[in-house]
C-alpha cells in the first residue's frame, strides 16, 4: 500500500470487505434517479395508499395523460411501481413497502429534518 498519513490499516480492510459491488451501486443510483423528478415524487405520493389509474393520476395532480403515462414508464422501469390490468383498466401501485419507506423517510427528512 501506499504511505498514508496516519495508520488505517484494520479500518482499510474492513471497509474493503464491506464493499458493494458496482452494478448494485449503479442500481441504487438509478432509483434515487427515479426519485429526483417533482412528477414522479407526485404521483409516488397519490400512489401512497391507493392503487389509481392514469386517468384517476392526472386529475389529482391536474396534468395530461400522456405527461403522467410518460413517467409511469419511468417508475415502472425503476421497479417503483408496478401495474395490473382490471378489464381494460391498468392501475397502479407503489411496488412494495420498501419504495414506501423510502418516500416516507426523504419527507420526513424534509419536514422534520
Known amino acids: 500500500m501506499k504511505d498514508r498519513c496516519c495508520d488505517y490499516s484494520k479500518e482499510f480492510d474492513r471497509a474493503k470487505e464491506n464493499l458493494v459491488e458496482e452494478e448494485i451501486l449503479y442500481d441504487v443510483a438509478e432509483l434515487f434517479k427515479a426519485f429526483a423528478d417533482t412528477t414522479r415524487i407526485k404521483i409516488i405520493s397519490v400512489l401512497q395508499e391507493e392503487e389509481l389509474c392514469v386517468g384517476a393520476i392526472?386529475?389529482?395532480?391536474?396534468?395530461?395523460?400522456?405527461?403522467?403515462?410518460?413517467?409511469?414508464?419511468?417508475?415502472?422501469?425503476?421497479?417503483?411501481?408496478?401495474?395490473?390490468?382490471?378489464?381494460?383498466?391498468?392501475?397502479?401501485?407503489?411496488?412494495?413497502?420498501?419504495?414506501?419507506?423510502?418516500?416516507?423517510?426523504?419527507?420526513?427528512?424534509?419536514?422534520?429534518?
Open 58 to 113: 392526472s386529475e389529482l395532480l391536474n396534468m395530461s395523460q400522456s405527461a403522467i403515462s410518460h413517467q409511469l414508464k419511468a417508475l415502472k422501469n425503476a421497479k417503483i411501481i408496478k401495474s395490473k390490468k382490471v378489464g381494460k383498466w391498468v392501475y397502479y401501485s407503489l411496488n412494495d413497502e420498501h419504495i414506501k419507506k423510502i418516500y416516507d423517510m426523504g419527507l420526513e427528512h424534509i419536514t422534520k429534518g
